[in-house]
């Protein structure tokens, strides 16, 4: 998913789950956790390139997690809500970019 499709989905989700009344607020909550997601992917692909590819996977879920709960300030139930959503929708979104490829 691209950088600001997955800023629009996460915006939406922080809005929508912790009931925000400044969007302006958790636009830049998005902000910082689609940044920081980058930052972790690029780091879990450097590190663990290879034979420990599969292993990137449970560590960018749990940089979401993380990113999520610190940023955002949410209780481990809304995190979980907001990571399942961004996850499944992040699928979504690449299984329907190969069907239209």
């Given at each position: 998913m691209?950088?600001f499709?997955?800023?629009?989905v996460?915006w939406?989700?922080i809005?929508?789950?912790t009931d925000?009344?400044?969007s302006?607020q958790?636009?830049?909550?998005?902000?910082?956790?689609?940044i920081g997601l980058?930052?972790a992917?690029?780091f879990?692909?450097?590190?663990?390139?290879?034979?420990?590819?599969?292993?990137s996977v449970?560590?960018?879920?749990?940089a979401?997690?993380?990113?999520?709960?610190?940023?955002?300030?949410?209780t481990?139930?809304?995190?979980?809500k907001i990571?399942?959503?961004?996850?499944?929708?992040?699928?979504?979104v690449?299984?329907?970019s190969?069907?239209?490829?």
């Amino acid at each position: 998913m691209g950088t600001f499709l997955s800023v629009a989905v996460l915006w939406v989700l922080i809005y929508i789950f912790t009931d925000c009344s400044d969007s302006s607020q958790s636009f830049g909550e998005a902000w910082i956790v689609v940044i920081g997601l980058r930052i972790a992917r690029y780091f879990s692909a450097l590190l663990l390139d290879g034979l420990l590819g599969p292993f990137s996977v449970v560590i960018n879920i749990v940089a979401l997690y993380l990113l999520v709960a610190i940023v955002c300030g949410t209780t481990w139930k809304i995190t979980i809500k907001i990571c399942a959503w961004y996850l499944g929708m992040s699928y979504l979104v690449g299984i329907l970019s190969l069907l239209l490829a």
